[in-house]
Structures are given as structure tokens and as C-alpha cells.
């Protein structure tokens, strides 16, 4: 390698190991940051918790890959502007072209990297963070509960309450608890203004003590008619203070804190796993909407609806359908015509909302295929944005180099979300939404290329002010 070949590379790399590791530093406190209050004081160990951030910190390097190889070739090209170096490499006789293919083979590479990175370490990362994070809640049942919705996951129980509060988190304001555990519906029913969750090292048990609360139970039993049940007794009690205890022994076992629980999410597929994963469920889906298409064929006596010979003498009937029937069977006919129709347009609203779910879900995989390949290419594509954009500008440093690249990084990442939307709800193919955003930067990246090559700026101030006179004195010319 020539001794040029490795002044410039290292002029990149300095930059870039500088920035990747501040910018992945960024995204993990940012991450972090969000799961801050559930993770912490809580009485999770310290190693779960280096686990939680080893496993986010490796999620987010694929991110923090494309935005440290802009962030340094801004930088690096803007370093060898703004101290002339550029100046003496033209003078050699050396193009940018020249300049910046080895930076171009390492980005090559780098790109290479990021998709082995996403397709094997990225969805094992997310496998791995996505269960911890899972069996943290199961280990402290009290993380798993949410306000202002019923809370399955406490095995027998469901449980709602306004407000969790306290250092730990344990303490809850208007609680609402339906006992599940006979197997027999929502027969007892506790509510409570407040409540308090306990659980003491290596015990199988939950303590849920409630305050000023009141108690319902229905009493009935399985082998009794509806009409029976109805006339059952009920059991009515208020109370200052109640203890639930919950055998939670399957629910918590710390022993399997490193369970994988979840394998089928998108983010935790390989390319290979969400292409035939996709396939499958695709068929699955192709069938559904086969066996609807034929039951609401055969349901509405489609093979019926075919033109023949009326045997009614047309003559003999009102053309206006309900002036063939008397008034009370105009009522009948009517009514009935609008239960059908009533019927029909609740079963069709049901079938497209479950149809569009499982769509959306079908697109977030086809997505998430073709986005791993579309943003690793991101990566060639920021850095000809950004090497030719510092040669321009003629600014090295972490001032405008990095403004820029954070703009420039927040518009792909706009229209990468945009493209996302779009796929999820089928307004865009999963293709064109995933390299929406790269087909877009490519051309900025092309044209900035070619004008730092034939040592343009970006614009000509010069030609601007130029245009706009020359109109203003066409103007003034007319009048």
C-alpha cells in the first residue's frame, strides 16, 4: 500500500472511531434513557442489567455505523480542504477520484460488514435483549403491570389501577382485580382505593394488600343452566384491609431469566429466516382469503346469478319491487333487506380489520428483508454525500461537519420511516418503501460527487444574484 494510501485512510479512520463510539455511546443513553424507570431500583442484579445494555449497545451499532462513516468523511475531506492539502494533492496531478478510492474500498467493506452485522449478531442481539428484558418483568411481577388497562400476565388474575407510584414502584392507586384462578369467568371481583405489591427473596408467593376496598363474589357452579345460574346467591363485603396472596412459582422462576421466549419477532429473523417465514405466512394468508372469497361465493348463491328466462310474466309486476307486496309484507321484506345488510357489513368490517393485520404483519417482514440489504448499501451512499460535501465546504472539526451530518442522517431517517409507513399499510410496495430512502440520496450523493470532482461549490452564489438581476432589469425594462 502507498505511503498516500495511508495518510488518507488514516485521516478517515481517526475520525471515524472518534465519532462511531460517540454516536453509539448517544443512541444507548438515549435507549437507555427510556427504560431507565422500569429497570432501575427495582432490585434487578447488576449483571442483567450489564446484559441489558451489552445486548442494546450491539442493536444500535448497525445505526451508529452509517452515521460515523458520514460524520468522519465530512470531516476527514473537510480536514485535507481547510488545511490545503487538497490544494497540493491537485497540484500533483492527483484527482478526487484518486483521493478517495481506498476510503471508497473501506466503506465498501464497512457496508459488507453492517449486513453480516444485521443479518447475524443484529437479530441475536434482539433476541436476546427482547427475553431479558421479558424475564426481568417475570422475575419482579410488579414491573410486568401496567396503568389503565387489565393486566393478564399474573397468572389467575386480571388487574387494572389507575397509578403505580412509590420508590419501588409497588404501590397502586384505585385498583380494580377480577379473580380468574376457578376457571369460571369473572365471578369475584375486588376493588380497592389502594394497594400495595410485596414479595420477599426466593418466595413463590405475590402479596397483593388492598385498603378500603370492596369485595363481590358470584356463587354458581358449572353443572348449573344459565336460567340457574342467574338465581344463585351473591356474596357483598366492604373491608379496610385485604391480603391476596398469589402463587407465582411458575411465573417467577429467576432460574430461567435467560429463557428465550420470544423467536418470531422480525427484528430477531435472519435474511434466510424471514424469507421463509414470509413464504409460509403468505400462503396461510393466500388460503384465508381463498376460503372467505368462496364461503361469501356460496353464501350469496353466487352460481345462481346467472341470466335466464323469467317465468314470471313481466307484465303482471310493478316495476318498482315493493309495489308488488302489501303494505305489511313491505314492512317484512324491509326489515329484513336491512338485517342482511346489517349482518353482511358487520362480517365484511370484521374481516378487513383481521385481513389488514395480518397484511401489515406480512409487509413488516417483507420490509425488514429488503431494508437490511437497503441500509447496509446506505452506508456507500452517505459517504458520497459526505466525502465530496467536506471537500466542498473546506471544514474539518466537530462543529459544521457534524450539524450537517446529523441533518443529512435525520432526512434518511424521515423518509426511511415514511417508506416504512407506507409499505406497513400497503400504500407502497415493501421493495419501494424500504430503498426509498437510499434511491433518494443517491442522486445527492452523485451530483455532489461530480462538482467536488471539477472543483465546484454546491451553488454559485455568484450566478444566483446574476439571475435574480437580470430578471428585476427585464422587469423594470417593461414597465
Known sequence: MKIFDKYILKSFLQPFLATFFVVLFVLVMQALWLAFDEIAGKGIDLIFILKFLWYLALILTPTALPIGILLSSIMALGNLAENYEFAAIKSAGISLKRVILPLVILTV???????????????????????????????????????????????????????????????LKNVQI??????????????????????????????????????????????????????????????????????????????????????????????????????????????????????????FKGEKLIKIADSIPRDSLNPVILNNF????????????????????????????????????????????????????????????????????????????????????VIYFFISQLGRNLAEESAISTFIGSWLSTAILLPFGILLTRRAAKGMGIFNIDNVFESFKKAFSKIFKTK
Not at 453492517?114 to 433476541?127: C, K, M, R, S
Not at 426481568?136 to 407510584?165: C, H, Q, R, W
Not at 394488600?209 to 354458581?220: A, C, K
Not at 429488503?370 to 473546506?394: E, H, Q
Request: aromatic letters at 12%; hydrophobic letters at 40%.
Open 109 to 171: 467493506l464497512l457496508s459488507a460488514l453492517n449486513f453480516v452485522f444485521l443479518n447475524n449478531i443484529y437479530p441475536w442481539a434482539t433476541l436476546k435483549q427482547k427475553n431479558l428484558y421479558l424475564n426481568m418483568k417475570k422475575k419482579k411481577p410488579a414491573l410486568a403491570l401496567v396503568p389503565s388497562v387489565f393486566n393478564t400476565d399474573i397468572p389467575g388474575y386480571s388487574i387494572k389501577f389507575d397509578e403505580k407510584y412509590g420508590e419501588e414502584d409497588n404501590l
Open 178 to 299: 377480577a379473580d380468574l384462578s376457578q376457571g369460571k369467568g369473572k365471578i369475584k371481583v375486588i376493588t380497592a382505593e389502594k394497594g400495595e405489591i410485596s414479595t420477599e427473596e426466593g418466595s413463590k408467593y405475590l402479596t397483593l394488600t388492598l385498603e378500603n376496598g370492596n369485595y363481590y363474589e358470584d356463587h354458581i357452579k358449572n353443572s348449573y343452566s344459565a336460567s340457574e345460574r342467574a338465581k344463585m346467591p351473591s356474596s357483598r363485603a366492604t373491608f379496610k384491609k385485604h391480603i391476596i396472596n398469589i402463587d407465582v412459582s411458575s411465573f417467577n422462576d429467576s432460574g430461567k431469566l435467560n429463557d428465550t421466549l420470544v423467536r418470531e419477532h422480525h427484528g430477531m429473523l435472519t435474511i434466510k429466516q424471514l424469507d421463509s417465514f414470509s413464504s409460509k405466512e403468505k400462503g396461510i394468508f393466500d388460503e384465508r382469503v381463498k376460503v372467505n372469497s368462496e364461503y361469501f361465493y356460496t353464501n
Open 326 to 409: 302489501n303494505l305489511a309484507n313491505q314492512i317484512i321484506v324491509i326489515k329484513d333487506a336491512q338485517q342482511s345488510i346489517k349482518r353482511v357489513i358487520t362480517r365484511n368490517d370484521n374481516q378487513m380489520r383481521n385481513f389488514k393485520e395480518q397484511r401489515k404483519l406480512l409487509n413488516l417482514y417483507d420490509f425488514e428483508l429488503s431494508y437490511r440489504i437497503a441500509f447496509s448499501f446506505a452506508c456507500l451512499v452517505l459517504f458520497f454525500i459526505g466525502a465530496p460535501l467536506g471537500s466542498i465546504i473546506r471544514k474539518g472539526g466537530f462543529g459544521l461537519p457534524m450539524i450537517m451530518a446529523i441533518t443529512i442522517f
